[in-house]
């Protein structure tokens, strides 16, 4: 056939005879190696084998020191962290150790009322409180009183609300001085009377007795008192309770009756139509959208006067924009319309037309909000979204060219779609 391919070379003959395993024994009887020493050593016998529970015991976990458990160590205070004292006898503020814990920042008292003039601005409740933190931290000589006496008097959103709530046993009421079993908790709200009737619980009823309160409120923290789960008694724990050991029964209340003893699948009672019942009438038969009834005004504030017991629309405050007459609403008017000027409240005319000049006071500006000029003056940048909206325009391209003018694929001529240049033709012509 000519010169030798590579399967040429014949295979070895395999080897089919019979060989004695080299890795098995002799078969024989041979004793046992010895057994590994396991007795007990020091290592291995507890530390509190003789009942001494106190010593030997590797020392706290709290101090390090040996002779009491960490439930015991009255060497590190529990509140500030501090060494020599308990968390009872704590004399550092309480609050400057919870404002670490939330990681209030360290600013100058400038910047911290800075920071708590934007974020009532924004009205969002969790940058307030944390801003108020940070300035009452930059400022210790800060008190509610005084706090909400500036948020008057500047116009702030934001009012500070002493409310009477109810506090566990193992909880205490700390004012911004550090001071424990204050009376009310601090609230902070935007607006001076509750906007729900559920809210309306311990609500000051007055703006004179909420500052009278402020002077006795503060915020929840922990106490850190012992309280017994056995007897529901403060100062020990249920390990160390004296009294015999009550049995825990777990109390089961059905959600469609109220009553204990069994669950609502179990309840031989007519099944409610509603989760919740009427927010009108309070019938348990249905919910407010299927209600006959006249929609009640109870509890409702008036977002025009903020008193309560009457809607908006229903308010003396509210002048129609139509008739300018109080009463009704424009979409309600049947009276001739009347023109009012915006500009000087002149009735006859609108702004547009007024020959007094222009009252900056009144005027907004659309693009940043704030009063005293218009768009067309206001110094701030103009938004994204008039940005993007100007990009996204028929000159966003960039050219005059609409998207038909697009350049022709490489390779093609200058025709339309059909000219793209042909495919590359292999050499061998086949596939």
Not at 289 to 318: M, Q, Y
């Amino acid at each position: 056939m000519g010169s030798a391919t590579w399967d040429d070379t014949p295979a070895p003959a395999a080897d089919n005879s019979w060989k004695m395993d080299s890795g098995a024994d002799d078969g024989a009887w041979k004793p046992d190696e010895p057994a590994e020493e396991n007795g007990f050593s020091a290592d291995n016998i507890s530390k509190h084998h003789d009942g001494d529970f106190k010593a030997a015991d590797g020392g706290c976990r709290r101090c390090g020191e040996d002779g009491h458990f960490a439930r015991d160590c009255h060497n590190i205070c529990a509140a500030c962290k501090g060494e020599g004292h308990s968390a009872e006898n704590c004399e550092v503020n309480r609050m400057h150790a919870m404002f670490a814990d939330m990681k209030i920042e360290e600013v100058s008292s400038d910047e911290a009322w800075n920071n708590v003039v934007a974020a009532d601005k924004e009205k969002d409740v969790d940058d307030i409180r944390r801003a108020v933190f940070a300035y009452a931290k930059a400022f210790p000589e800060l008190t509610l009183v005084g706090l909400e006496a500036t948020f008057r008097e500047a116009d702030f959103n934001t009012f500070l609300i002493a409310k009477e709530q109810e506090v566990s046993d193992t909880h205490t009421i700390v004012n911004f001085q550090g001071k424990p079993d204050q009376k009310y908790v601090l609230s902070f709200q935007f607006s001076a009377r509750p906007r729900r009737v559920k809210f309306s619980e311990g609500w000051p009823t007055t703006p004179e007795e909420n500052i009278e309160r402020l002077a006795e409120a503060g915020v929840v923290m922990d106490g850190f008192v012992q309280k017994c789960r056995n007897c529901e008694q403060i100062g020990h724990l249920a390990s160390a309770c004296e009294e015999e050991k009550r049995e825990v029964v777990s109390a089961m209340t059905c959600a469609n009756c109220n009553e204990s003893g069994h669950r609502a699948r179990d309840c031989q009672a007519e099944r409610k139509t509603a989760k919740s019942g009427c927010r009108n009438c309070g019938s348990d038969e249905h919910q407010a959208k299927e209600c006959t009834e006249p929609r009640s005004a109870e509890g409702v504030e008036c977002k025009l006067c903020n008193e309560i017991g009457h809607f908006s629309k229903d308010c003396a405050l509210n002048v129609c924009r139509h008739c300018q007459e109080p009463g009704h609403k424009a979409a309600d008017c049947s009276n001739e319309r009347v023109m009012k000027c915006r500009n000087c409240d002149a009735i006859g005319h609108m702004s547009k037309e007024c020959k007094l000049r222009t009252d900056w006071s009144r005027v907004t500006c659309t693009q940043c909000g704030d009063k005293g000029h218009s768009y067309r003056r206001c110094k701030q940048p103009v938004k994204e979204a008039d940005a993007d909206a100007e990009e996204d325009g028929a000159g966003a391209s960039g050219g005059d060219a609409g998207w038909e003018d697009a350049a022709p694929a490489s390779g093609g001529g200058g025709g339309g779609w059909e000219d793209a240049a042909p495919a590359a033709d292999s050499s061998g012509g086949g596939w």
